[in-house]
């Protein structure tokens, strides 16, 4: 009977060996785990943070390019149409010219000091007129490009963000399986490690 008590014992010790050091494994693994969950939230807050200030800035600049170019493309029309009467009305001809029998005598005496007087259509600066327009639809250009490039941005940004964002929540899924795998596991360790420790005194006053 001792003998079987004493193979008992130390049956009993090598299972609280094996016990204790699978509550050891199963703390360590939580610590692991929990310590990778809190970096991968981390990472993946100041990603989201990171992503809306894009997404927000994208927006802006989308907004103020489009209105911007639709107040140029304004200009523009306006100013083409006010230039380019002035040069056809010209090109046809549709001059405004006075022969002395028309003129009024403050006309025909300017005329005959040398002075003339308004003659013709007012057609507008021409040259200053063109340079406006160059300008203008250079700014037309960049807000175009303005606007291609935000909307390049903001696809990129999404698309990048969107595969980040399905492996963050997948990882953060598979390390919260398995801490609470863990803390049960940890929770199963630690009552067969006292159960049997129990059982060791138990043996020891009989």
């Known amino acids: 009977d001792r003998d079987h ?4 014992t130390k049956s009993l010790s090598a299972e609280a ?35 809306e200030a894009e997404k927000a800035e994208n927006k802006k600049t989308l907004e103020d390019s489009r209105e911007g170019l639709t107040a140029v493309t304004k200009a523009l029309e306006t100013l083409k149409k006010f230039y380019g009467k002035g040069s056809r009305a010209n090109q046809s001809g549709y001059a405004f010219t006075q022969t002395a029998s028309e003129q009024s005598p403050a006309a025909a005496d300017m005329a005959a000091a040398g002075v003339t007087g308004a003659q013709g259509n007012y057609e507008g600066n021409q040259a200053a007129g063109g340079g406006i327009i160059g300008m203008l639809e250079v700014i ?20 990048e963000y969107a595969s980040y964002n399905k492996e963050a929540k997948a990882s953060m899924m ?16 630690s009552g067969d490690l006292v159960a049997t420790l129990n059982k060791q005194i138990g043996r020891a006053h009989v």
Request: proline share 0%.
């Open 5 to 8: 008590r004493m193979a008992d």
């Open 17 to 51: 060996l094996v016990l204790e050091a699978e509550k050891k494994n199963q703390e360590e693994l939580i610590k692991t785990l929990s310590e990778e969950l809190a970096a991968v939230q981390s990472d993946h807050s100041e990603a989201t943070r990171i992503r």
């Open 140 to 159: 037309q250009s960049d807000f175009k490009r303005s606007i291609e490039m935000a909307e390049t941005a903001e696809k990129e940004s999404s698309t």
């Open 174 to 189: 598979s390390k919260e399986t398995g801490l609470e795998n863990a803390k049960d596991d940890l929770k199963i360790a």
